[in-house]
């Protein structure tokens, strides 16, 4: 068992093969996602490649009222609201080792097209330009179990490696 809860982000993107309705995101459609946002269901939202993601409030103050801690994965625009709304939030920017390597990873995919990945490689430029401002701690994506340990250490899970 995880000693923190996974926020479940609510997107408007279709479920990428394997991903799972609850687990991976709760997907909705765009009339349910806006009707979310405009009761102020959620902590945070932006679009990103024209769908939308957002936290539902749910998500975090449903476990913070049970103590417990909540990790989330948003991008960069949630990432400030999260910090305005939660100042002792605890920001880790994950970074790929390169925008090449980025590169690498989008096409091995295989479900991302020439136009997207060269979109994505742009603002991943751009967060990575603007991280240093935000977010606390880096971490190098280059082998995803040290970078996982690394993030475990930052959150005192397990002894810090390094």
Same mark, same amino acid.
């Given at each position: 068992?995880?000693?923190?809860?996974?926020?479940?982000?609510?997107?408007?993107?279709? +479920?990428?093969?394997?991903?799972?309705?609850?687990?991976?995101? #709760?997907?909705? *459609?765009?009339? /349910?996602? $806006? @009707?979310? &946002?405009?009761?102020?269901?959620?902590?945070?939202?932006?679009?990103?490649?024209?769908?939308?993601?957002?936290?539902?409030?749910?998500?975090?103050?449903?476990?913070?009222?049970?103590?417990?801690?909540?990790?989330?994965?948003?991008?960069?625009?949630?990432?400030?609201?999260?910090?305005?709304?939660? +100042?002792?939030?605890?920001?880790?920017?994950?970074?790929?080792? #390169?925008?090449? *390597?980025?590169? /690498?990873? $989008? @096409?091995? &995919?295989?479900?991302?097209?020439?136009?997207?990945?060269?979109?994505?490689?742009?603002?991943?430029?751009?967060?990575?330009?603007?991280?240093?401002?935000?977010?606390?701690?880096?971490?190098?994506?280059?082998?995803?179990?040290?970078?996982?340990?690394?993030?475990?250490?930052?959150?005192?899970?397990? +002894?810090?490696?390094?």
């Amino acid at each position: 068992m995880m000693p923190f809860h996974f926020s479940v982000s609510m997107t408007t993107r279709a +479920p990428r093969p394997g991903e799972v309705d609850g687990i991976d995101y #709760s997907f909705v *459609d765009r009339a /349910r996602f $806006l @009707r979310a &946002r405009a009761a102020g269901e959620l902590v945070e939202w932006a679009e990103y490649g024209g769908n939308l993601y957002g936290t539902p409030v749910a998500e975090v103050a449903g476990p913070r009222r049970r103590g417990e801690d909540v990790l989330l994965d948003v991008e960069m625009v949630g990432a400030r609201n999260i910090k305005a709304a939660y +100042p002792e939030a605890i920001m880790i920017f994950v970074a790929p080792p #390169s925008l090449e *390597d980025l590169e /690498r990873r $989008l @096409r091995r &995919r295989g479900d991302t097209s020439d136009a997207d990945i060269a979109r994505r490689l742009g603002v991943a430029r751009d967060q990575i330009a603007v991280a240093e401002t935000l977010f606390e701690h880096r971490v190098v994506n280059d082998d995803l179990n040290a970078a996982v340990r690394r993030v475990a250490g930052i959150l005192g899970i397990v +002894p810090d490696p390094r």
